[in-house]
């Protein structure tokens, strides 16, 4: 499960990579991006700024509303369920990105393992995303089994699109982008860091 990762590269950097028009224009989208925080996507030709993770509404045992919470991933599995569907079907989108982390690690001692893709910058990982009424424009990362490498970090890992993959995850009918959705078979770059998990501070 990917509940964090970095994004480098500025947003001219990255739309000039992506082919994409870059309408980030004022974006507060920083270097490490969390779940419920602002980052970057190539969606419908454009790199854009939104916010990590699809708002789930929760209610209190009273039945009072809560602060929505940010579903940051996607399921493989569950791209045909009914909170992702739609999404999955209509809204395709491109979340480039530096490194990912896994936290790694005793209970309350965990820390970070940064992955990446050895001598790529920045790479993509497949995403879907929809409008709010919470928070405007949102995404969700998709996940899914990890590949031989990955397994020793975590149980899943993002769905890494390689470029020649790119224009079918977007553009594809679902059952085409459906079989993207696979681990990664190059090699990654697993760094494992004293970084304590829990920081806010890059």
Known sequence: MCNLYRMSKSSAEVARLFGATDDSAGSNAGEF????????????GRLRTM???????LKGKHGQPLKPKPVNNTRSDKLE?????????????????????????PRGGKTRTWISLPGHDVFCCAGIWRDSD???PVYSMVITEPSE???????RMPVILPPAAHRP????????????????????????TDQPWASRHG
Do not use: D
């Not at 991006?33 to 419908?44: C, I, K, N, R, T």
């Not at 916010?51 to 509404?57: E, I, K, N, Q, T």
């Not at 369920?81 to 690690?105: K, M, N, V, Y």
């Open 33 to 44: 991006v969390y779940p419920g925080y602002p980052g970057l996507v190539v969606a419908e």
């Open 51 to 57: 916010a990590w993770g699809f708002p789930l509404v």
């Open 81 to 105: 369920s009914g909170f992702w569907r739609s999404s999955f079907e209509h809204r395709r989108c491109l979340i480039p990105l530096t490194a990912f982390a896994e936290a790694e690690g």
């Open 134 to 136: 919470e928070w405007g």
């Open 149 to 155: 490498q990955m397994r020793s970090v975590h149980n």
């Open 169 to 192: 995850w977007l553009e594809s009918e679902p059952a085409g982008a459906r079989v993207l959705c696979v681990p990664y078979p190059g090699q990654l770059s697993i760094e494992r």
